[in-house]
């Protein structure tokens, strides 16, 4: 059976957050468990060392080129050479208190903003804000300073299909891409983003052809490679000649019945995308993992209140919980906020 027979997306039902009435769960444990997930800390792991190795990683992915690797000099001028932590030390002594890598990443990113920014090409800034989660700040950067002439340049026309496809704008994400696959339809990174779009398509003769390419990229990739077993998911990881789809790489999760741990390390690269994460969430659900479902729809929501998937999702788990404890006022804060973000998306359409 071909492995894109799956139609992305899930039924409303499959959204349904996993409880079970019986297992005494009072409001007050509800509640308190999931604020858990949401400060949930493991600040012993911020260690020197991995700072140093994040701090690289960063770089690379601040340039969006995997193979960058650059020599930092940390000498100063007395001859005094530094170590990782010590030489960015204020930046350190913020990273260490954060949990999540992405969120250690950001702090990163607004560190080679004071130096790298006016060193890297606009299709680059563009990719920093998206996967930074700054969709506004790229659109903003799009309409200020990307002009008519930039547009010969088809890695922009890349970025402005993720921008577009993460600001929840699928007509402005297809037209950028679109135009670059018409011009060059031979470049692997334009086929994995048009591929991409296609997929979000409600057309089935899109999907069909999102499939079809692919295939022609994967099995190009698995014809080009000398190794005996490629695990399908490594291609989908930050490194050199990658595949930066977020809505295939949630795909082949869902096709190769993945466990929660390699969910958790594909989340570290594509956070950035609320397909992605709205996808993880049903994961969750589906794993039993009811708290860290509506944590993680909770976030989602606030991060990107445009997108109207994550924000209905997060109101009927809500529901869900309120119905079983009983409790009409459970996350009415949240539930509040979460109209708020409804009313806005509706008077936007």
Known sequence: MNIFKRIFGTTKNEANLQTDSSDGITNKESLQSVNQFLSKSNLEHNTPELFKHELYDSLNRYYSTPD?????????????????????????????????????RSVLFSLWDTSEITKIGKWQIIERFVKDRYGIKGINFHENHIQKEDFENIRLMVSLSKLYRVMDSYENSLKYIKYAYEARPDIDIIKVEYATVLHLSDKEEDKVKSHNLMNEVI???????DAKE??????????????????????????????????????EEYY????????????????????RAIAKLNSLANEFPWFAKGVLANIDAIKQF???????????????????YLSMIKNNR
């Open 68 to 104: 960058f690797n650059p020599h930092l000099n940390l000498t100063d001028e007395n001859g005094v050479t530094y170590k990782e932590h010590e030489a960015f030390n204020s930046t350190f002594e913020e990273w260490k208190e954060i949990r999540s890598v992405w969120d250690r």
């Open 219 to 225: 099995e190009n990739k698995i014809k080009n490679s």
């Open 230 to 267: 490629i695990p399908l998911l490594n291609y989908f990881v930050f490194s050199k000649d990658y595949i930066d789809s977020s809505v295939f790489a949630t795909i082949y999760l869902n096709i190769g019945n993945c466990d929660l741990e390699t969910w958790d390390n594909l989340a």
């Open 272 to 291: 950035w995308c609320p397909n992605f994460r709205y996808e993880h969430a049903v994961f969750l659900s589906k794993a039993g993992e009811s708290f």
């Open 322 to 340: 309120r119905d079983l404890n009983g409790d009409p006022s459970f996350m009415s804060e949240e539930m509040n906020q979460m109209k708020k």
